[in-house]
């Protein structure tokens, strides 16, 4: 904010936002080619092949507490009795079909107010 005057703030934040989709992607960055690699704070382990220490904690597995088991486990069970539902839904299909039985359709809807 020291060095941008106020009225460049927009059109500068544009621009790195262009620089980051371009440029700098977040699993592959091209610091080689990028003409702010001297200001970025991690060009400098890209560069030399290594992955900066603020993104390494990122990488490691996360420690789980309680609250995380109980979170995966609510998810883990829900995505159970979704595969369930879809199923028990194909395991009807399948009986209907043995039995030779069609699913009836509805009738069309008709357009208008009582008109034919």
């Not at 009225?7 to 700098?24: A, M, Q, V």
């Not at 990488?59 to 979170?71: I, V, Y």
């Not at 009986?95 to 069309?108: D, F, L, N, V």
Request: proline share 9%.
């Amino acid at each position: 904010m020291r060095i941008l005057p106020r009225e460049d703030w927009i059109d500068f934040s544009h621009l790195l936002i262009f620089h980051g989709r371009r440029t700098c992607q977040a699993r592959k960055p091209k610091c080689p080619e990028c003409p702010v690699a001297d200001l970025c704070p991690s060009a400098k382990y890209f560069l030399n092949g290594k992955v900066p220490p603020w993104e390494r904690s990122a990488e490691a597995a996360p420690a789980r507490t309680a609250g995380s088991r109980a979170k995966s486990t609510k998810a883990a069970k829900a995505a159970k009795t979704t595969k369930s539902a879809k199923s028990t839904k194909r395991t009807a299909s399948r009986t209907r079909k043995a039995a030779g039985i069609s699913k009836k359709r509805p009738a069309p809807r008709r357009l208008g107010r009582g008109r034919s």
